[in-house]
């Protein structure tokens, strides 16, 4: 019984050990363009957002450690690939406004930031002023129909 501990220790190492070998992409590629807002707005934005959505991710010790690496590098791309306010430019003046509309409609209903980034990013946790501004931001933009939304 001993000896299959000692063995099942010994492949649970080498296993930790060989994930550490799989290669996960955790790049900042270069900014082309980023959103044109407040100063008020924007740093609400880079407090709370910009790690997932921009090309500004602060890629902290553990994230190169797997499988937690897995983890941030996909939940990253899946932002990014959603709302990358480093690529601003790519969007249309119609799709940057329901954008922020659906913005702040994320963070109006809870979803955004998730629950699961707060506790090791207890910056990013919004508060009822951060909550007013972002809705002035999103009341101030004309709204757009989705058959009129263009990318």
């Not at 807002?37 to 991710?57: F, G, M, N, Q």
């Not at 930031?113 to 931001?137: I, R």
Request: charged share 25%; net charge negative; aromatic share 8%.
């Amino acid at each position: 019984m001993k000896t299959d501990l000692i063995r099942t220790i010994v492949v649970l190492i080498l296993v930790g050990v060989g994930i550490q070998l799989i290669p996960v992409t955790m790049s900042n590629p270069p900014i082309e363009e980023e959103i044109s807002t407040s100063p008020e707005v924007k740093a609400i934005l880079k407090r709370a957002c910009y790690d997932c959505h921009s090309h500004e991710t602060i890629w902290p010790g553990d994230s190169r450690v797997a499988p937690i690496s897995w983890l941030l590098a996909w939940d990253v791309r899946e932002g990014r690939e959603e709302l990358n306010f480093s690529t601003w430019n790519q969007y249309g003046e119609k799709k940057r406004n329901k954008m922020i509309k659906e913005i702040w409609e994320e963070v109006e209903e809870g979803e955004m930031p998730p629950w699961f980034y707060l506790p090791l990013h207890p910056e990013a946790q919004l508060s009822d002023e951060d909550h007013a501004v972002l809705q002035a931001w999103a009341a101030s933009v004309p709204s757009v129909s989705e058959e009129e939304d263009d990318h």
